[in-house]
């Protein structure tokens, strides 16, 4: 039974109960009157079909929310009320009822509005049923559906998955969504056994523009630009803003090299004509790399990485013109395959480090957490941070020996520190190479058991890509973690690509909204408003949620006022070695040791 059921049995006992002692029992009216009352009160729209999809009543909120009578609906099938397309989940609801009569889980679907401007209202409905158990009914004759509006709820997730897929100043889609975009058209021409073509360009003298005009003349030219390529897009193509002066266009129709090459002198010409900004007639020159799929890279990103490479060609050759991609341009190949080695070697000799930031609480200012990120310090080219070598141990197959390195490590080492009296908890990225071993939970949970943490101290950071590319394999091993007590968070929120569905699918518990986000939230833009919605979704949803790449004091503030529980930063500390994060732990108790007696004596 749902928590929305009309349960008489139920209401019959307590009421009995209720009256317990009085002379008289109640007569029906006055159960009746209070059914009507709890029906009435209940902010959900209530419907009694039976197995036949047939309505029998409906209470006030259909007409309320739908603006439909009564007498237009009791005695009509369900389909009457319920959006074309969905009718199917409508009727798989009622046979999975009427063949079993166990409860189904509630599914989402559309009701039809009376009036037009509306069109359909988004509701989460669940079944119940009226059974006679007494009467040793086995099928139920009368369904319960109620249904919950979450049309607001579904309006906001449109908005965040909107904006999270788009640029806000072009209005194009951003560089994650293009990588959808560019994953969808390697599927179709693997499926077709076809080629297709992607271009990457960038504006020779923007910055020249940007630093002596302004900042505003910048973004009129961008978006004027912008304009002027989506009105010549052939149909098909995908144009995206990648952020700066950089810009992706997807030709999933341009199957010969010509075709390619065409486009590219297309945009050459529509962009060497003058812009007039303001009072400025603003010329710019770009420079295009072209790759070409299958040949020049079979994943999104090393197609997007091809192009890159070959417009930087352009860039060193003279500017203002197109290349096609060739493996000659590859020139760092050869030292790359040396840094490869070394990192294996490195790898098997544990000779990479583990460094630690503190997670802060906002309102406390304690350090309530560790993220434990890998460092390299190599012999000739120093400390070397993620950026310089996770792409490397990924194409080498190395990464999921490196996340388990890291994680028994920090692991050991926050053990350590509880012992000496720190309550923080460890927080481990982990990459989706290593979630796809089969052994991953079991060796983790070990790990887990072998460090004496317990499980509730330790969270588990994935990113968007992570989560969304693999998702049944690894649900399974994410449940049996989080079975355990592990945490588990979607780190750098917000960058990866553009569904949400993905937040309720995986037993997710906090998410770390990305960086890049903090830049401009302090002023009143689009930014700000997305963050806004993004922690209010969060809390929706019983995540935590963590700021990262917290710099300034206005951004805590910003923060703070929305309730974000804690953050990560450089204004906090940036990640510091596992000597120093220890000085930083004590020092911090020690000051929360002073506060504490402060506020003990007053
Ligand atoms: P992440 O998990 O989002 O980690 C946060 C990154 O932001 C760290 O970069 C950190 O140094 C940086 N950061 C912290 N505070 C600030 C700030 O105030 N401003 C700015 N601009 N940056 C800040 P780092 O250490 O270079 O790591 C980069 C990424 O590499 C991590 O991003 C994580 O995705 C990945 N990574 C690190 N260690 C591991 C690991 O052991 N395994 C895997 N699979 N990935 C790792
Ligand atoms: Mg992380
Ligand atoms: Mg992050």
């Known amino acids: 039974m749902t928590a929305n059921a009309i349960d008489a049995h139920e209401l019959a006992r307590s009421l009995s109960q209720l009256m317990a002692g009085s002379e008289s029992q109640p007569s029906i009216e006055v159960y009746a009157n209070l059914l009507q009352f709890l029906v009435g009160v209940n902010s959900d729209l209530l419907l009694l079909v039976d197995t036949q999809g047939r309505i029998h009543y409906c209470n006030r909120n259909v007409r309320d929310a739908l603006g439909l009578d009564a007498e237009d609906v009791v005695g009509q099938p369900l389909h009457v009320l319920v959006h ?26 559309r009701l039809n509005c009376k009036s037009e401007a509306d069109q359909f209202l988004w509701v989460q409905m669940s079944a119940s049923s009226m059974l006679n158990e007494n009467a040793g009914q086995s099928v139920p004759p009368i369904i319960c559906l109620s249904a919950k509006d979450i049309s607001a709820q579904k309006r906001a997730e449109a908005e965040i998955e909107h904006q999270l897929a788009h640029d806000n100043l072009t209005g194009l889609v951003n560089r994650a969504q293009f990588i959808v975009e560019v994953d969808e058209a390697i599927a179709r021409a693997k499926e077709n056994e076809q080629s297709f073509m992607l271009m990457f360009f960038d504006l020779d003298r923007f910055k020249t523009i940007n630093d002596s005009l302004g900042h505003s003349v910048g973004d009129l030219l961008l978006q004027a630009i912008a304009q002027r390529l989506a009105d010549a897009q052939a149909p098909g193509d995908v144009l995206a803003r990648f952020g700066g002066d950089e810009f992706g266009l997807l030709l999933p129709n341009a199957v010969s090299p010509e075709s390619g090459q065409q486009a590219c002198e297309k945009v050459l010409s529509l962009l060497a004509e003058p812009f007039s900004i303001e009072s400025y007639q603003l010329s710019i020159d770009t420079s295009i790399g072209l790759a070409r799929y299958p040949d020049h890279g079979t994943s999104s990103v090393g197609l997007v990485q091809s192009a890159d490479i070959a417009m930087y060609h352009v860039k060193e050759t003279g500017k203002n013109n197109y290349a096609v991609f060739d493996s000659a341009m590859n020139m760092d190949r050869f030292a790359q395959i040396q840094l490869e080695q070394e990192l294996r070697r490195a790898l098997a000799k544990s000779e990479l480090e583990v460094h630690y930031q503190p997670v802060v609480s906002l309102s406390s200012g304690e350090i309530t957490g560790v993220e434990a990120l890998a460092r390299w310090n190599h012999p000739r080219l120093g400390l070397m941070a993620p950026s310089r070598f996770l792409d490397l141990a990924e194409e080498a ?114 998410l770390k909204i990305d960086q890049s986000f903090m830049r401009d939230i302090t002023d009143e833009n689009d930014t700000a408003s997305l963050v806004d919605a993004i922690i209010a979704m969060a809390h929706g949803l019983g995540f935590s949620v963590v700021a990262e790449g917290v710099e300034t004091a206005a951004q805590i503030r910003y923060l703070l006022a929305r309730q974000c529980g804690e953050a990560q930063g450089y204004i906090f500390s940036a990640p510091l070695n596992a000597e120093k994060m220890l000085a930083l732990l004590v020092s911090n108790s020690a000051k929360e040791r002073r506060r504490a007696h402060v506020l003990g004596n007053h």
């Open 397 to 510: 197959g190395l990464v999921a020996d490196l996340d388990n390195f890291v994680q028994r490590c920090a692991m050991q080492q926050v053990s350590e520190w509880q012992a000496a009296g720190h309550d923080i908890y460890v927080s481990i990225n982990a990459s989706a190479a290593q979630l796809e071993r089969e052994e991953f939970a079991s060796t983790f949970a070990a790990t887990l058991k072998a460090s004496g943490i317990a499980a509730a101290n330790v969270k588990l950071e994935l990113t968007e890509k992570t989560l969304i590319k693999r998702k049944q394999s690894i649900v399974a091993k994410l449940n049996y973690l989080r079975d355990l007590g592990v945490g588990i968070a979607a780190d750098d929120f917000g960058t990866g690509y553009s569904s949400l569905s993905y937040l309720k699918d995986f037993p997710l518990t906090s």
């Open 84 to 109: 074309q397309p969905d009718h199917h989940l409508a009727d798989n609801l009622l046979a999975a009822f009427a063949q079993s009569g166990i409860t189904p889980p509630s599914i989402e679907l």
